[in-house]
């Protein structure tokens, strides 16, 4: 032992003799030291720690297992053994010694700060799990306190870095914030609208996103510090301020596009005059349809239990029920989304009457469909109502529109054909025409009986 510190006091003595080398010597020393002391923390006390936890039901949870909290806070220590370390390196100027104080020094700060912003986020993960936080949620005050922290470490950090203190770096921003803010007014607005944004997952490049009054509708194409474009379904491009995503309303088609379906909501309109009840006839024609063979027996066997219990009332039609030709219909167009392979079968699926109005009796169509590609979800809208509006006179039914210029024509030319009518009626009722041959004998007849006449 005596020998190895002989020896090693031979190798102080030696390294002495050459400053330069002493020095890197010691800040090799010093690296190995921070090296050693961050590979011990992260790897055996947090990884035992993190082992120890997952053998606890806390760490089952894999949003607790997988946070970073822990192994930031670990990257203190290598930071701590720099900053008490560089005073100990033989030779080093004290110019160096301050700047290596001062950048660790600041490293702490700004791990700390994202060690708390981390824990903050995890703390707002926890409380979402909570039945009720979607009525009361935190989200809001965990941001704010993550600018308050940012801000804070901005301003510690930046005084470390100067070795200043504090107090006389915020006196100085108080006196330049006025004339920050008018100049830089617009960078500031989109920097925080971008905080915003980004900590919101609010807009996302690939985003179909809706905003009618920038006259914006088509996807995101890409996100800066000041503008968001938008490539719209005709190709041209809008220019939208960041800010305005905060500010404004728009609608994001993302939450559709990651449902896997699409919407349908269509009306039907039909003439009200053609709603009726259905027939025995109509009924026994219906009962063929495949769609059709469970409801229609089902539904008289449920009619036919109400009327049953009206008794002598019942012998009055106008008190008992009865299929209806819409209430049949409305059945088949169900069955036939149920059936429909392009129809998502595990999304609302009605369909359901509107409030008639002038322009007839809306029967909606409610559904989702498979995919979300646009040109296949036109395909299974459009095949889908090809069918409906095709069946619809099985059942009765028409479609109500307005009279377009060929009703307006055939209504003309129906009147001009009743009204010739009319005057040939006319005339045969006043009196038929006389021939010329019975007019030129009863003028030869009238003759004769005035030359009789004279002679007598």
Known sequence: ??????????????????????????????????????????????????RALRATPLGQDDTLSNSTVIARLANVIPALVLSAGIVLVPGIPEIVVAIVQNV???????????????????????????????????????????????????????????????????????????????????????????????????VRVGDWVEMPTLNADGDVIDIALHTVKVQNWDKTITTIPTRRFITDSFKNWR??????????????????????????EEKERLSRFRLLRDYLPEKQKEIDEW????????????????????????????????????????????????????????LQVYAFTNTTEWVKYEGIQSDLFDHLLSILPEFGLRVYQHPSGVDLRSLRDFGVKD??????????????????????????????????????
């Open 255 to 280: 939450g559709m596009q990651e449902s896997g379906g699409r919407r349908i909501m269509r009306n039907i309109l039909l003439d009200q005059q053609s709603v009726g009840f259905l027939s025995s």
């Open 1 to 50: 032992m005596e020998e190895m510190i002989a020896l090693y006091n031979q190798g102080l003595a030696w390294l002495e003799q050459y400053p330069q080398l002493n020095l890197a010597a010691g800040l090799f020393v010093l690296f190995i030291i921070a090296w050693l002391s961050n590979a011990v923390v992260k790897r055996l006390l947090v990884s035992g720690l993190m």
């Open 419 to 456: 009204s010739e009518k009319k005057d040939e009626s006319k005339e045969t009722s006043l009196g038929e025409e006389v021939p010329k041959n019975q007019t030129a004998d009863h003028e030869e007849a009238r003759i004769e009986k005035e030359e009789k006449t004279n002679k007598d």
């Open 307 to 362: 009327n049953q219990s009206l008794k002598d009332e019942g012998k009055e039609p106008a008190n008992t029920r009865r299929i209806t030709n819409i209430g049949t219909f409305r059945a088949y167009v169900l069955n036939y989304l149920k059936s429909h392979q392009g129809i998502h079968q595990k999304m609302t699926m009605m369909v359901r009457q509107l409030s008639p109005s002038s322009d007839g009796l809306p």
């Open 104 to 202: 660790a020094n600041a490293f702490v700060i700004l791990t700390v700060a994202l060690a708390i912003n981390g824990a903050l986020t995890l703390i707002n993960t926890i409380y979402e799990r909570r039945p009720d936080s979607h009525m009361k949620p935190i989200k809001g005050y965990i941001q704010v306190i993550k600018i308050v922290i940012y801000v804070i470490s901005a301003i510690l950090i930046i005084a470390t870095l100067i070795d200043r203190s504090p107090v006389i770096l915020l006196s100085g921003i108080g006196a330049m914030a006025a004339v920050v803010i008018l100049v830089f007014q617009d960078t500031l607005l989109s920097l925080v609208a971008s905080m915003q944004i980004s900590s919101n997952d609010i």
